[in-house]
Nanobody, 124 residues
Framework: QVQLVESGGGLVQAGGSLRLSCAAS????????MAWFRQAPGKEREFVAR????????AYADSVTGRFTIARAAAKNTVYLQMNTLKPEDTAVYYC?????????????????WGQGTQVTVSS
């Protein structure tokens, strides 16, 4: 069982930056692939970024490539999402997810555990 707790959301002006954190419980953090998803009001949940168990393999949605960076700190059982050059269309609730598998995926339905979400609001 893994519990995920996100933090770091907030209100920021367009062009600004935020760093989201996702703290995971349990001693097997390194066996989980991790990802960030987001959901805007009235829209489906969408993939943002994922990172492999080792941290050596990452992937991003086209809409955030070059602006967002996902990373993990094994010693802290934490995964981060650094978000730069934020745009109003990045406004959403951001969710951290964990998957007990070495196979990378962007499909939300294949992730086993989810955090409660953190709100990111970007003003124009």
């Amino acid at each position: 069982q893994v519990q995920l707790v996100e933090s770091g959301g907030g209100l920021v002006q367009a062009g600004g930056s935020l760093r989201l954190s996702c703290a995971a419980s349990g001693r097997t953090f390194s066996t989980y692939a991790m990802a960030w998803f987001r959901q805007a009001p009235g829209k489906e949940r969408e993939f943002v970024a994922r990172i492999s168990q080792s941290g050596g393999n990452t992937a991003y949605a086209d809409s955030v490539t070059g602006r967002f960076t996902i990373a993990r700190a094994a010693a802290k059982n934490t995964v981060y999402l650094q978000m730069n050059t934020l745009k109003p269309e990045d406004t959403a609730v951001y969710y951290c997810a964990a998957r007990l598998s070495a196979v990378p995926t962007v499909a939300a339905r294949l992730y086993d555990y989810w955090g409660q979400g953190t709100q990111v609001t970007v003003s124009s």
